[in-house]
């Protein structure tokens, strides 16, 4: 997506989205995870810039890129320390089953940092990130996570005519400032993201506020 007037800085796709209350996860074999461990990740599938647009750092190596074969993941970091504890985890071979169809490998192109997908109140989950160019998205809902300039009200307009302008059959539906969304969710997650000012999800989020606060600081493991 382009930046309507300027209005959209970053913006990224995701699913799901952290603390939606949606859930995809399956088994995965890396390093010293065996398949006969019956080890399970988060599955999520993403664009390259998401990453920027919610605030959570690359730690290791670099986001999706055109330059990229397609058959590449991001791993959380605590996937990658439990999976090589004493090697770099860059350009090593992970299976998944994203599909459902069995284990495919991928290369580790990138190490993001720990993020918590259901609730504030347990620890971050082993992630992978599937490349979002892999898919295809007739049959998928999906989030766009945009950080804009100014009011995040005054962007919806401007977001919705390039939409349109892109695909006029594409519906953008449930359309929540941050705010709004925050009010989803329990009381102890609600307080502990409105104080931190937290921009994510399918929100509209100002920038400014990332220039006082991580905006994703409060759904990582820090």
């Given amino acids: ?113 720990d993020v918590r997908s259901a609730d504030l109140g347990r620890l971050p989950r082993e992630t992978i990130y599937f490349d979002a160019r892999g898919w295809s998205w007739t049959d998928w809902e999906v989030d766009f996570v945009v950080r804009v300039e100014g009011q995040p009200d005054l962007a919806v307009a401007p977001i919705r005519k390039e939409l349109a302008a892109m695909d006029a059959s594409i519906p953008m539906a449930r359309v929540r400032t941050m705010s709004a969304y925050v009010k989803e969710h329990p009381v102890a997650n609600r307080f502990a993201l409105t104080l931190t000012g937290t921009a994510h999800g399918a929100c509209l989020s100002p920038a400014r506020r990332a220039t006082k606060l991580d905006p994703m600081a409060v759904l990582r493991s820090e």
């Fill in 1 to 113: 997506m382009g930046s309507p007037r300027g209005l959209v800085t970053p913006a990224g796709v995701v699913w799901p989205l952290p603390l939606s209350g949606r859930a995809w996860s399956n088994n995965f074999v890396a390093g010293a995870v065996r398949e006969g461990d019956r080890r399970y990740a988060e599955y999520r599938l993403a664009t390259p810039d998401l990453f920027e647009t919610m605030g959570i750092p690359i730690l290791h190596g670099n986001t999706f890129s055109d330059s990229l074969p397609r058959h590449v993941v991001l791993v959380s970091r605590n996937l990658a320390e439990h999976a090589w504890p004493s090697s770099f985890p860059i350009g090593q071979s992970i299976q998944a089953n994203p599909w459902g169809g069995g284990l495919e490998t991928f290369e580790v192109a990138g190490v993001v940092d």
